[in-house]
């Protein structure tokens, strides 16, 4: 998959910490032009107002509804952020039965000492039990897999089965460079291993949902667009 193919698989409704209902992203995704669009709110961290276990199944069946309404003119997909960070997810009790019932699940702050994340291993052990895509949303790959050789980090990854995610929101950057760019030479190891995603993390401007030109200008450079997850 890829040509063809405009994703953003990394938004967030109010179902979670964002300002639009799921219906606007995906109408402005549709609108826009994106062939799938993935709802991911935040999936019960204490970090900020995320999707508590009494409202999973107004969630799912609200995006899945969106999905029948759009059917032929976007996919759209539903899955959720999971926080890495123990002390602020119980990773340990992850409704699995629930989480294997979506599309998409990501996983943050994974190997990200500073934000008190759980190492990838943690995460792969927990995303073996899912039978759905499992990625890394927004990860400074070159600071997370610090000592590690671009191949490395792509056997490793390639082994727990975990995508990557290239975000193009305005936090994920050093330098004022996007993380993904950072670590140009760490993805193009990934090419034909592990597979690559785009979202933009948009939470509250609308114009947001459609912010993959960078990202997907980044992947035709270097002519990763087959390695796009859809
Ligand atoms: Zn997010």
New binding site residues.
Partial sequence: MGEGSVINL?T?STFSDGVFGADRIVEKAATDGLTHIAI?D?FATTKVCSLQEGEFEDYLETIRHLGRKYDGTIGVLVGV?VDANPDRTDLENLPIDFLNKLDIV?F?HVNERANGGADLRTVGRIASELSVPCGL??SDLETAFDGLRPSEVAEELASLGLFVELNT?SPYKRGGIAYFERAEEIIRSFRGLVKISV?T?A?RILSEVSNVGGAYAFVRRIDMIDDLLF
């Fill in positions: 990394h967030h991911t935040h952020e990501l943050e949303a927004h929101a979202g993390d939470h």
